[in-house]
Nanobody, 120 residues
Framework: QVQLVESGGGLVQPGGSLRLSCAAS????????MGWYRQAPGKERELVVM???????YYADSVKGRFTISRENTKNTVYLQMNSLKPEDTAVYYC??????????????WGQGTQVTVSS
């Protein structure tokens, strides 16, 4: 069984920065696809960034040039660096990983969500 634990959300002023973390634990052979989504109040969940099998990340237009996805393989951790934050970035952020488990199964996993609030 694989679990994801997110951290790093919080309250930040416009123009500020935050780094979200998503740590995966359990029987993990590899992480194929990693992504971040967000859901603002009253809106549908939307894709923020996704990268497949180490390819070039796809960023939503609204975050291009401001957000960066990265990973630390030794810790099975995925990060989302968010710079120049805007009030419209306020949302609950979720990490989403497609993992190959130790038994060779492909598993889609979601984090529990972390609140990001951008406000003065």
């Amino acid at each position: 069984q694989v679990q994801l634990v997110e951290s790093g959300g919080g309250l930040v002023q416009p123009g500020g920065s935050l780094r979200l973390s998503c740590a995966a634990s359990g029987s993990i052979f590899s992480i194929n696809t990693m992504g971040w989504y967000r859901q603002a109040p009253g809106k549908e969940r939307e894709l923020v960034v996704m990268t497949i099998s180490g390819g070039r990340p796809y960023y939503a237009d609204s975050v291009k040039g401001r957000f960066t996805i990265s990973r630390e393989n030794t810790k099975n951790t995925v990060y989302l660096q968010m710079n120049s934050l805007k009030p419209e970035d306020t949302a609950v952020y979720y990490c989403n990983l497609y993992i190959i488990t130790g038994s060779g199964l492909k598993s889609e996993c979601w984090g529990q969500g972390t609140q990001v609030t951008v406000s003065s």
